[in-house]
């Protein structure tokens, strides 16, 4: 057992990647280079008998050297923004840890934002009791009451204290809805206790069109809101959710937002925190936001509680103030597409379209004449099963229609909502076979392989890839290609809040300095509004007329759509970024009187 005290707590990390790291292989590069070890110290430590390498961090020196000199890209050193201190758990030598965790608080709803891999989901393990803190003092396992000693006299004590004494029940909605499909079957409302005792309380007319489906054909967002309504039923004293956005559409994420807020306010004396990587549904919810913040697979830090505009705002600006800590070195910067109209008339045209009448199935979409231009992009916006995927799927040739003809003529990229890989091998070998060019093209290493860290993807098995990094190959395979068209289902979806700005920066950078044309359908709202030069919106006459409108300026493109689904937005003063109005209150009715939606 290896104890991480005080005194042997650096306020550096050294993080060794056990996939790639293997000292039977190489030369042992990082410890013949190494200045400490050539100093006669001990600071790097390979054990040849079970091929493990430790970097004593107490001695490291934090050169980099050995950084530069592994073949494999194995190691990281990381200096930490903060005072030395001992981590809340650590998953090993040399491995992740965190170093804090969120607070909950009674009738609050504690929101969590920050990027993928720097402790959020390991934090709510922590809390509901499913992973024992081990405080740095690596082997050991506490029991919970020596785990609640070792959290006295910070705020966490008293939840603990109640934890331990089986005082407060937890219900978890978990990040991936797909493995519900592995635990229930039959149909929703069969798989519901206590269903009619929760509808006394709320209006659940959201969770109609779900209750009498089977739970093996619910789509994505069917999925989500039956784990969201399992999660509620429960009824526990804390409710830990874990992205309840995912496969949602815009009016589905407003509304399950005001269920959650609703049910908080019925159910005194409870606690909730949540994750979520869409900014204007965690601030529209939350009472409180903290903010994650580490490097993935390395560690992470949870800050303090701030109101939800001043903790946005401080996320954007990289900073926070208070705790005067720096933890990303630059800012991101927001703006809405929003250019003159005589730069939108000089532009060329890359594609004409007449009036189309299409059917899929029960559905009929009106498609109102248009021009696709160069250099633009265009956001699909409206409600889930509207016909945006069928219709992007009819402009890709994947459906096939006698429409399709006026899109042959153009080289066409598309990147599909879902994405389940066929390919059997590494990324490296996918990319070998589909982009080759890749590895060569200076200008598409800095455009896509270096934003999107794809090196560090590159020797993994496709099969062992997360969601989001399997969006990531899908983007980058679909953006290498030389195409005149791009169409992009739901560039968002599994990413965290870096790599969407990420993602949205290089579609604007592509669409300014090329003749290329996007058409990307996407439900995040401040990601949809940054990138879109116009809108096509999608409105519901009936349950089976859809009208889609001609590509639309993006301030009334957005405007238009937001009328449809009564909804308004303001700008942050600070930032610009958009943020939703409460229901009826007098910002929202003012901007409906004077239909300014957006």
Known sequence: MLLLSSENVSDRIAVIREDKCNPNKCNKECKKNCPVE?????????????????????????????VKKCPYDAIKIINLPFMKKKPIHSFGLNSFRLYSLPIPKKNLIIGLIGANGIGKSTSFKIIAGE???????????????????????????????????KKITVSIKTQNVEKLRETFNGKVKENIKNYYDLFNLLDLSIYDDILEKDIEFLSGGELQKFAMLKTFIENSDILLIDEFTSFLDIKQRIEMTNFIKMFHKLNQNKYCIT??????IIEFLSDMISITYGESGGYGNISLQYKPKDALNMYFDGYLPSENIRFRPFSFEFSIRNKSVNSISSKKIQIEYENMNIKLGKLKLNIKSGTLNKSESIIFLGEN?????????????????????????????????????????????????????????????????????????????????????LQRIAITLCLAQDADLYLIDEPSAYLDIDQRIVISKIIRKMCSNSNKTFLIIEHDFLMASSIGDKVINFKPENSTLIEVSSPIEINRGINEFLEIMEITYRSDSMTNRPRIN????????????QKKFF
Do not use: W
């Not at 110290?41 to 050297?65: P, R, T, Y």
């Not at 994750?275 to 204007?280: E, Q």
């Open 38 to 66: 050539k100093a006669g110290k001990l600071c790097i430590k390979i054990e040849d008998s079970n091929n493990i390498v430790n970097i004593h961090e107490i001695n490291c020196i934090g050169c980099g050297i050995c």
């Open 131 to 165: 992973l024992y803190p081990n405080f740095g003092e690596i082997g050991k396992k506490n029991s919970y009451k020596e785990t609640v000693k070792l959290f006295k006299g910070s705020e966490l004590f008293y939840f603990f204290q109640e934890f331990e004494k």
């Open 275 to 280: 994750i979520d990587h869409d900014l204007t």
């Open 385 to 469: 099963g509207k016909g945006k995927t069928s219709l992007l799927k009819i402009f890709a040739g994947i459906l096939k229609t006698e429409k399709y003809e006026i899109f042959k003529k153009n080289q066409i990229s598309y990147k599909p909502q879902m994405i389940s890989p066929r390919f059997i091998g590494t990324v490296e070998e996918l990319f070998i076979k589909k982009i080759p060019f890749v590895f060569t093209d200076e200008y598409l290493k800095d455009l896509l392989i270096k934003p999107l860290k794809i090196n560090s993807l590159l020797k993994k098995d496709l099969s062992y890839l997360s969601g989001g990094e």
């Open 582 to 593: 409460s229901k009826n209150s007098l910002i929202d009715r003012e901007q409906k009187k």
